[in-house]
């Protein structure tokens, strides 16, 4: 069983920055596609950024691409979104996910371990 926990959520001014990260333990993190959900109140929770276990490919939503950046170290089984030019609209709980299976997919359901969410709230 995988557990993820993220860190680095908190308040950020619009234009500000913030990371989180995304540790894993109990699993080959390694093996597994990333990804950065998040979901704003009312909202469903909708893909943000994914990337690849094998060769570090990378995508984007649309609303974050060119601000955001997803990167990650299996060394230290750890995941990271480094959040540029923050937007009021960016203010959701962000979730990181793993997937076990095969390609960069950007639909919640094919994602199999959950961390718990980390808060993002930008002020304008």
């Known amino acids: 069983q995988v557990q993820l926990v993220e860190r680095g959520g908190g308040l950020a001014q619009a234009g500000g920055s913030l990371r989180l990260s995304c540790a894993a333990s109990g699993g080959t993190f390694s093996r597994y596609t990333m990804g950065w959900f998040r979901q704003a109140p009312g909202k469903e929770r909708e893909f943000a950024a994914g990337i690849m276990w094998l060769g570090g490919g990378t995508s984007y939503a649309d609303s974050v691409k060119g601000r955001f950046t997803i990167s990650r170290d299996n060394a230290k089984n750890t995941m990271y979104l480094q959040m540029n030019s923050l937007k009021p609209e960016d203010t959701a709980v962000y979730y990181c996910?793993?997937?076990?299976?095969?390609?960069?997919?950007?639909?919640?359901?094919?994602?199999?371990?959950w961390g718990q969410g980390t808060q993002v709230t930008v002020s304008s």
């Open positions: 996910a793993a997937d076990r299976g095969v390609g960069l997919r950007h639909s919640a359901n094919d994602y199999d371990y």
